[in-house]
T-cell receptor, first 111, second 111 residues
Framework: SQQGEEDPQALSIQEGENATMNCSYK?????LQWYRQNSGRGLVHLIL?????REKHSGRLRVTLDTSKKSSSLLITASRAADTASYFC???????????FGQGTILTVHP | EAQVTQNPRYLITVTGKKLTVTCSQN?????MSWYRQDPGLGLRQIYY???????DKGDVPEGYKVSRKEKRNFPLILESPSPNQTSLYFC??????????FGPGTRLLVL
C-alpha cells in the first residue's frame, strides 16, 4: 500500500474546539483508513471510507474523501483531552492487509 | 472481550539471545501481521499471514521468523537479536485484510 502523508505535523487546540487534519496520497485507492495512537499505547482503528464515499461519520468523527484531489480530512468535533494522540491515515486496500503510515499528525488537546 | 494480546510488553535482552514475542487473537481472524515502529521511519510490516501455515515477508523481514500453526497465534521469533532490532513491535489481526486490530505493543531493547 502507498504511504499517505498527514498534515499538519502537529496541532494544538483547547478542549471543546474542533480539530481537522488532512491526508494526501498519490495514486488511486480503494479505501482510506484513519488510526489513532495514544502515547505509549497501541493503535486503534477509527474509521474506514471507501473510494465511492464522500463523507462518513462515527460519533464525533467526520471523514471526507476527495478522490479528485487525492486527499482526505478527519474532523474531530468538540475535542477532549483524551483525544490527545497521533493520527495516521492509510490508503492500503491490499489483499494481505499491510498498513503503511506516514509520520502522522500529533494532536494535543489542552484541558 | 475481543482483543489481540502480546507478551511480553517490555523486554530487555542482549545481542544474540534468542527470544519470542507471542501474539494471540480471539476474533477468529484470518489475517495477522507483525509491525515495527521506529521514530522517523513510521510503521513497517515485518511479516504477515493470511491463514494457518501461510506466511509471507513484509517490508523488513530480515532477522525475524514467524509461524502460524494455529489460527489464533502468530509468534515473532528473533533468532539472534541485534541492537538495530530495538523497537516497538505491534501484532495485528484482521478479518478482511483491511481494518486491523492491534495488540498493545512490545517494547524491545537489545543491548
Amino acid at each position: 500500500s502507498q504511504q499517505g502523508e498527514e498534515d499538519p505535523q502537529a496541532l494544538s487546540i483547547q478542549e471543546g474546539e474542533n480539530a481537522t487534519m488532512n491526508c494526501s496520497y498519490k495514486t488511486s485507492i480503494n479505501n482510506l483508513q484513519w488510526y489513532r495512537q495514544n502515547s505509549g499505547r497501541g493503535l486503534v482503528h477509527l474509521i474506514l471510507i471507501r473510494s465511492n464515499e464522500r463523507e462518513k461519520h462515527s460519533g464525533r468523527l467526520r471523514v471526507t474523501l476527495d478522490t479528485s484531489k487525492k486527499s482526505s480530512s478527519l474532523l474531530i468535533t468538540a475535542s477532549r483531552a483524551a483525544d490527545t494522540a497521533s493520527y495516521f491515515c492509510d490508503t492500503g486496500g491490499t489483499s494481505y492487509g499491510k498498513l503503511t503510515f506516514g509520520q502522522g499528525t500529533i494532536l494535543t488537546v489542552h484541558p | 472481550e475481543a482483543q489481540v494480546t502480546q507478551n511480553p510488553r517490555y523486554l530487555i535482552t542482549v545481542t544474540g539471545k534468542k527470544l519470542t514475542v507471542t501474539c494471540s487473537q480471539n476474533m477468529n481472524h484470518e489475517y495477522m501481521s507483525w509491525y515495527r515502529q521506529d521514530p522517523g521511519l513510521g510503521l513497517r510490516q515485518i511479516y504477515y499471514s493470511m491463514n494457518v501455515e501461510v506466511t509471507d515477508k513484509g517490508d523488513v523481514p530480515e532477522g525475524y521468523k514467524v509461524s502460524r500453526k494455529e489460527k489464533r497465534n502468530f509468534p515473532l521469533i528473533l533468532e539472534s537479536p541485534s541492537p538495530n532490532q530495538t523497537s516497538l513491535y505491534f501484532c495485528a489481526s484482521s478479518f478482511d485484510g483491511e481494518t486491523q486490530y492491534f495488540g498493545p505493543g512490545t517494547r524491545l531493547l537489545v543491548l
